[in-house]
């Protein structure tokens, strides 16, 4: 398993690499304009960025990414308790970034939900915010849905460069040889795991 640095360098080169490739496939193969294709194109690669650094498959463990998210590593937890490491919920192709961004829609919209109701219960009328921001989301995706699909397709990419990465350093006694071996050994502990009773927090 690549250590965490490996793996944003993955992430970084591998998305500097799709990105001009989209915007060309975007030109070559659709009918979108060049100033859309670029926009996508651009979508793409930031979501590759974002997937693969902040949102990566490594989350469902106590590792280097959750600590990325500064005081807001706690939206991870109930993620990582629930998700065993390296199984197809984290480490799959595509329902794996897509649970994750899921999963974070769902904390932002409880938490407004929370606030909501918590101010209600000291007697203060807001605006129901949870409903507004899901309001604001639908009416961005249906506005701009091509920009939508570049940024699933982007998130999506970005965790596939991970999880292509592990598999290639997993399996890589057959696929690379001696050298997969080699591998295999300095990222032994990539992500910093720990048993669950040995972790800090
Ligand atoms: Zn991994």
Redesign the pocket.
């Known amino acids: 398993?690549?250590s965490a640095r490996a793996?944003d360098l993955i992430t970084v080169l591998s998305g500097a690499a799709i990105t001009p490739l989209a915007y060309y496939a975007c030109l070559e193969f659709t009918p979108i304009a060049p100033d859309t294709a670029l926009a996508c194109s651009l979508w793409l690669g930031g979501a590759h960025l974002l997937s693969g650094i902040m949102f990566?498959?490594?989350l469902?463990i106590d590792s280097a990414i959750d600590n990325r998210w500064g005081i807001f590593f706690w939206i991870w937890r109930p993620y990582m308790w629930l998700i065993p490491?390296?199984g197809f919920w984290?480490?799959s192709l595509v329902i794996s970034p897509l649970l994750r961004l899921g999963y974070f829609a769902a904390v932002g919209y409880g938490l407004a939900f929370a606030v909501v109701w918590g101010l209600g219960q000291l007697g203060m009328t807001t605006p129901a915010y949870h409903r507004e921001w899901a309001a604001w989301v639908q009416g961005l995706i249906r506005a701009h849905s091509t920009e939508t699909w570049a940024f699933v397709i982007g998130f999506c990419t970005g965790s596939a460069a991970?999880?292509i990465?592990?598999w290639l350093v997993t399996n890589g006694n057959g696929l690379l040889g001696s050298y997969g071996r080699r591998l295999r050994q300095r990222y032994r502990d990539?992500?910093q795991w720990r048993p669950r009773h040995k972790r800090r927090r």
Do not use: G, K, L, N
């Open positions: 398993m690549p793996h990566s498959p490594d469902d490491h390296r984290s480490h991970h999880t990465a592990d990539h992500d």
